[in-house]
């Protein structure tokens, strides 16, 4: 039973369960004047509608149209010159490489260094074991990207710089480990060349917020695009939404719910204003893949998160591309080896890995993976035993069930699992409030632990209760 938590999957896609979390030093704009989050949060809450337009949206909006007018631009600019006309292939992928290092150089300066850095040791990394053992390109690739990422976070760079790149490296990392593994199974029939490679790591529509996408998507880059009545509406409406998304993150939280609230409604709006800034993030790279010519389908889906069925559900369509990533190339070969739950813990170990060393994220990923299986298969128990339709996924139509999904009990019980979907959604999400400094280096085991501990770590204690009601019954 416990394979269908793993491979059931909507329509869209092939993956599974496994997706990670954006964190947050994926949307930190580097730059000469940061946003002052902690001064807003401070005082949006006092202030009437006009006055938050006033100090609050008109500032957001200045900001981010300085920070992401070279994104947008430059994504529209390679679309223009290989799209609509049909330059060479070698050409495309030139302009591809230039386009992306000027967004990357506008973005992050001198911190570009690491990300060729880190794009270097993997591409020599594809080479040497494209020579040495041609069925273990993806693992050597894998490890040599993630040794490099340790070292650079201990030894080499400085914290607050490595931190504010941390989310483009890890777009390189997905993208070259794909490489290999796609090499490896073949689904690549030969090596790309470099300036192949090249073009699709430093791709202009990907290269910042990403969404990941696999090499053999992006050689489409080299054929004519498929036009759509759709395509600029598209594009318009998904830029509204992530601002939208980004003004109700950044100053409108605060507003919503006043700092008199209590613990639980303060832990809320901290992850309601997480979530939102990763919506921002995702219809942001959905408006530059698009703008950059590439056939780019749904990173996140909040409906789905706001209004879960499971948490099973919240992974999945947190972030769809990714979490095909960590499925395909990771959760898969795990599986073989190890088993559901281990491979489940293995994956979101990695996960967390590619993020850096980082005990916040790692606390929340591995809690998270813990949460999901624990919820499925006490749902998974729950349907056998009353033979309805409340396993963590909704059910086909021609499910065996006897209650079907519109029957009182299982409609009483998804609500009250969605109910606590919420509640572990807010205790997580409150390790990624911007109350603190820490932010630009990454949060601290102490910090995180705090954080909990003020909720009484009532979340782990009630997936206890979970886990053990799953092997009583």
Request: charged share 15%.
């Amino acid at each position: 039973m416990a394979d269908f938590a793993y491979y059931d999957y909507d329509q869209e896609s092939d993956s599974a369960e496994y997706v990670d979390y954006y964190d947050e030093d994926i949307y930190e704009f580097p730059g000469e004047e940061p946003w002052e989050e902690e001064e807003e949060e401070e005082v949006t809450s006092q202030f009437t509608l006009s006055e938050l337009y006033e100090y609050c949206v008109v500032p957001t909006l200045s900001d981010s149209y300085h920070h992401l007018y070279n994104l947008l631009v430059w994504s529209l600019i390679f679309m223009l010159t290989t799209r609509i006309v049909r330059p060479p292939a070698w050409l495309v992928h030139l302009i591809s490489t230039a386009c992306g290092c000027v967004v990357v150089w506008d973005l992050f300066g001198l911190r570009t260094g690491y990300m060729a850095c880190l794009t270097g040791v993997g591409i020599l990394a594809l080479v040497v074991s494209h020579y040495a053992s041609q069925s273990r390109r993806g693992p050597w690739t894998c490890v040599a990207c993630v040794a490099f990422l340790i070292f650079g976070e201990l030894w080499w760079a400085d914290p607050v710089d490595w931190h504010s790149i941390r989310g483009s490296q890890m777009i390189i990392l997905m993208k070259l480990v794909s490489v290999g593994y796609d090499l490896d199974s073949a689904t690549l029939l030969s090596p790309p060349n470099p300036l192949e490679i090249a073009g699709y790591i430093m791709n202009p529509g990907t290269v910042i917020f990403g969404p990941w996408f696999s090499f053999s998507s992006y050689l489409k880059v080299v054929g004519p695009l498929s036009w759509s009545l759709w395509l600029i509406p598209g594009i318009v409406l998904r830029l509204a939404l992530s601002i939208m998304f980004l003004l109700v993150s950044t100053c409108y939280t605060s507003w919503l719910v006043p700092d008199s609230a209590n613990r639980w409604g303060l832990a809320y709006r901290e992850a309601l204003s997480f979530r939102f800034s990763h919506y921002f993030v995702s219809y942001l790279s959905e408006t530059s893949a698009l703008l950059a010519g590439l056939d780019m389908s749904k990173v996140a889906r909040p409906y789905f998160i706001e209004l879960p069925r499971s948490l099973v559900e919240v992974v999945i369509y947190w972030n769809v591309p990714m979490h095909h990533w960590l499925k395909t190339y990771v959760f898969k070969t795990a599986r073989n080896h190890l088993g559901i739950f281990w491979a489940l813990l293995l994956t979101y170990s990695m996960s967390a890995l590619f993020h850096g060393l980082n005990f916040q994220l790692a606390a929340v990923l591995l809690s998270l993976g813990f949460y999901t299986f624990v919820e499925y298969s006490l749902r998974a128990k729950l349907a056998s035993v009353f033979d309805a339709c409340i396993l963590a996924r909704p059910c086909s139509d021609t499910c065996s069930h006897k209650q079907k999904a519109c029957s009182w009990f299982s409609l009483s019980t998804n609500l009250v699992f969605g109910m606590l979907t919420v509640f572990h959604l807010a205790y997580l999400g409150i390790m990624f409030d911007s109350s603190s400094q820490q932010q630009e280096t990454g949060y601290s085991m102490i910090h995180t632990l705090n954080k909990w501990s003020s909720l009484n770590y009532a979340s782990h204690w009630v997936t206890f209760v979970c886990y053990v009601m799953y092997s009583v019954i």
